[in-house]
């Protein structure tokens, strides 16, 4: 039957927040279901360096997925269909995996490692970890996104979009789960395997996928409808690209020269590109948002 023929009904099922919703209900997962027996083997084996450069990683995506899961309900409140209200229901769900998912790996690898090695216990919490631009990054975030109960307008909810989906999880999440991934899975041969991590990152990669491209298009119908001025779009990520840079390869930040995976050039290189491909994207009306799959892949 077409949909031409059917009575009013609750749902729409043609557009896109409803396709992605159905895609996080058929791609549930657990992140207690994920086997960590071989990576605390891997981690009994990294110098002690590399241990403190996985340590950092761990805690900043920890601290980056908590972050995002507390500032995200000001979006539900403001968007009315409920195919958005279901497709954000997914996504506060999915912010809340990932939290458990990285809590659990500090429970069960890094504490277990500790213990092993006869170190103190570390906090994935502790301030050591994150450097100024990160908290910079996050506290604008959670501005940009609280703002929105107060003074919900067009630019508002672009610039909300601009932090959130398109610079928190759009590059600097997308980028250091790359770097992650290329560390520890098995194309570097310096470091040894942390098969769990990568399967983790993978489901987590996928369902930001969804979370990126939710963002992308409603940023996108506001440029195509002539609601905002994509300038705006533009400044506002231009604004905070310098942030995401420092927190990723600045003093402090996710990557260094010596440590493992991508040097800090290389990271900085793909948080670029990604950005460019994205802006083009949302801004050109004749580029498509790519599709879920698309959106995660590895490769930039
Ligand atoms: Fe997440
Ligand atoms: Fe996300």
């Known amino acids: 039957m077409s949909a031409d023929d059917l009575p009013a009904m609750q749902l729409n099922t043609t557009i896109r927040p409803h396709n992605y919703y159905r895609n996080a209900v058929e791609k549930h997962w657990d992140p207690h279901e994920i086997d960590l027996e071989a990576d605390r083997k891997g981690a009994s084996e990294l110098s002690e360096p ?18 995002v899961t507390e500032d995200l309900a000001p979006l539900a409140v403001v968007l009315e269909d409920i195919e958005d209200q279901m497709f954000l229901t997914t996504q506060l769900y999915e912010e809340s995996k990932h939290v458990d998912f990285f809590d659990r790996y500090w429970r069960e690898v890094v504490l277990a490692e500790e213990k092993r090695r006869g170190q103190e216990l570390s906090s994935p919490t502790d301030e050591r970890w994150f450097n100024g631009p990160y908290d910079e ?4 975030n959670e501005r940009a996104m609280a703002r929105l109960l107060d003074d919900d307008t067009p630019e508002n909810r672009a610039r909300a979009h601009c932090h959130y989906h398109l610079t928190i999880e759009g590059i600097l999440a997308q980028t250091g789960y790359y770097g992650l991934t290329l560390a520890y899975g098995e194309n570097e041969p310096e470091l040894p ?4 991590l990568v399967e983790g990152l993978k489901l987590v990669r996928s369902d930001e996928g969804r979370h990126v491209g939710f963002g992308m298009a ?3 119908l506001l440029v195509s409808s002539g609601t905002v001025d994509p300038e705006l779009l533009r400044e506002t990520v231009d604004e905070l690209v310098p942030l995401v840079q420092e927190s990723l390869t ?15 050039s290389d990271l900085a290189d793909y948080a670029y590109t990604k950005h460019e ?3 083009r994207q949302i801004t050109t009306a004749s580029e498509k948002i790519p599709d879920v799959e698309e959106l995660t892949e590895l490769e930039a």
């Open 50 to 67: 590399a241990f403190e450069g996985l340590k950092r990683s761990l805690a900043l995506f920890g601290a980056g997925e908590e972050s």
């Open 137 to 140: 990054l996050f506290e604008r």
């Open 193 to 196: 395997d942390l098969p769990g």
């Open 218 to 220: 409603k940023l996108k």
């Open 250 to 264: 600045g003093n402090g930040g996710a990557s260094t020269e010596s440590g493992p995976g991508p040097t800090p």
């Open 277 to 279: 491909q994205r802006m």
